[in-house]
């Protein structure tokens, strides 16, 4: 069975940094990436980051470029997600999902997701 699993979520002030830890089980890196979403309150869910797990191919959204950093240890299985400079619009549910590479738009982290984590809370206050 695969299993996604969140941690570090919590509640950080502007200008703050957290790192989320997503680790897989059950699941063989070799062939998808592993993303990062959010989704705020009355939102859509939205892509923040993600990484391919063969060629360590990232890709970030404007709205966290430079602030944030993804990063995998597969040995662990374990994707991470460096957040730096946190601003209070980056408070919401974040969720890391198993990306099947091979339907990706060039360029973003949309594609079929195989399988979702339940989510950690991130809160930034001003």
């Known amino acids: 069975e695969v299993q996604l699993v969140e941690s570090g979520g919590g509640l950080e002030q502007a200008g703050g940094s957290l790192r989320l830890s997503c680790a897989v089980s059950?699941?063989?890196?070799?062939?998808?990436?592993i993303g990062w979403f959010r989704q705020a309150p009355g939102n859509v869910r939205e892509e923040v980051s993600c990484?391919?797990?063969?060629?360590?191919?990232?890709y970030y959204a404007d709205s966290v470029k430079g602030r944030f950093t993804i990063s995998s240890d597969n040995a662990k299985n374990t994707v991470y997600l460096q957040m730096n400079s946190l601003k209070p619009e980056d408070t919401a549910s974040y969720y890391c999902?198993?990306?099947?590479?091979?339907?990706?738009?060039?360029?973003?982290?949309?594609?079929?997701?195989?399988?979702w984590g339940q989510g950690t809370q991130v809160t930034v206050s001003s």
């Open positions: 990484v391919s797990s063969n060629s360590g191919t990232t």
């Open positions: 059950g699941f063989s890196f070799d062939d998808y990436a």
């Open positions: 999902a198993i990306i099947d590479i091979a339907t990706m738009r060039p360029g973003t982290c949309i594609g079929s997701i195989a399988s």
